[in-house]
């Protein structure tokens, strides 16, 4: 059973008259009577009774007209779907991301992939450390990622989403919290908060060269594995913790005060990831729009 069959075979049943069918389909009659009688054989029963004045469904050919309505629409449904994969308006893209910085960002993002492109199937994972994620683009396991990189590998695209700069959260109690900014050496000697040491580390990276340059080795009394922790560990009074400008923006804990560090550093950027090879037909529409809702820097 062939979709054109059906499609003949539904035209006939409408017009219940072959030449006027004929008409409709832009087809000569002796070649739509052909196919409505080949139909009839694979099916192996009537579904239209004729006479020289009218023609006529069958109960085999009324039971047939839903069937294959349901039939056509569901190829037409298909043949959309292909060619929008192929526009790249349907597929999935998986982004990774990183941290208290970055899931206001992602969720902009992920409402907006909804609305213009209902079709793509945008998938999400959170993670604790941006350097893995990148790591994950490299693999193909993920189509874009967000994080702080100083280097990235040959064969990635980034583009600067947000300049961020670095900021020190201190417990509410602390003798400094009702400052709005500081120099590294006033907390000499206060115990720190940090992330997980690991090579590429920006935040671990920035600690250990400004506590240094401000004549002391900044003393690590406990881990977090992420900076949501790392924060409440902050308001806890565990200690203080050198973190990026977007967190400030994002952890509301009235237990927890920003100062922004004024010691001179390199810029800190939240990037965008991508593999410049990728065969991946959604992800250049996903680009697209990551571009117009986060604008940032090329």
């Not at 349907?90 to 206001?104: D, E, M, N, R």
């Not at 959170?126 to 189509?143: C, K, T």
């Not at 804990?253 to 991946?280: C, K, Q």
Request: hydrophobic share 45%; aromatic share 6%; net charge neutral.
């Amino acid at each position: 059973m062939e979709t054109q069959q059906l499609r003949v075979f539904l035209a006939v049943a409408e017009e219940l008259h072959f030449g006027r069918a004929a008409e409709r389909l832009h087809l000569a009659q002796p070649p739509v009577s052909r196919i409505v009688r080949q139909l009839e054989r694979d099916i192996g029963t009537d579904l239209f009774v004729r006479s020289t004045r009218s023609v006529q469904l069958t109960a085999a050919g009324e039971a047939l007209i839903a069937p294959a309505q349901q039939i056509l629409a569901a190829a037409q449904n298909a043949k959309a779907s292909a060619l929008a994969a192929g526009r790249g308006e349907a597929g999935t893209v998986k982004l990774a991301y990183a941290g208290a910085s970055t899931h206001v960002l992602v969720g902009v993002l992920a409402r907006e992939v909804r609305k213009v492109y209902p079709e793509i199937e945008f998938r999400l994972n959170s993670q604790n450390f941006a350097l893995p994620a990148l790591a994950r683009v490299l693999r193909g396991e993920v189509d874009i990622s967000l994080g702080r990189w100083d280097f990235v590998p040959a064969g990635i695209q980034t583009r600067i989403i947000v300049q961020e700069h670095l900021v020190m959260a201190v417990p509410a109690s602390h003798r400094l919290a009702s400052q709005n900014e500081v120099h590294l050496a006033a907390l000499a000697g206060e115990p720190f908060v940090a992330l997980p040491p690991h090579e590429g580390s920006v935040l671990g990276d920035r600690l250990r060269r400004l506590s240094l340059g401000a004549g002391f080795d900044a003393e690590i009394v406990q881990r977090a594995p992420d900076s949501w922790t790392a924060m409440a560990l902050v308001g806890a009074e565990v200690g203080c913790s050198l973190t990026v400008s977007t967190v400030a923006e994002n952890v509301t804990d009235p237990h927890v005060h920003f100062l922004r560090v004024l010691d001179e550093t390199l810029p800190i950027y939240l990037r965008m990831a991508w593999r410049g090879t990728s065969d991946n037909p959604a992800l250049p529409p996903v680009l697209s729009l990551a571009e117009r809702v986060w604008p940032g820097r090329p």
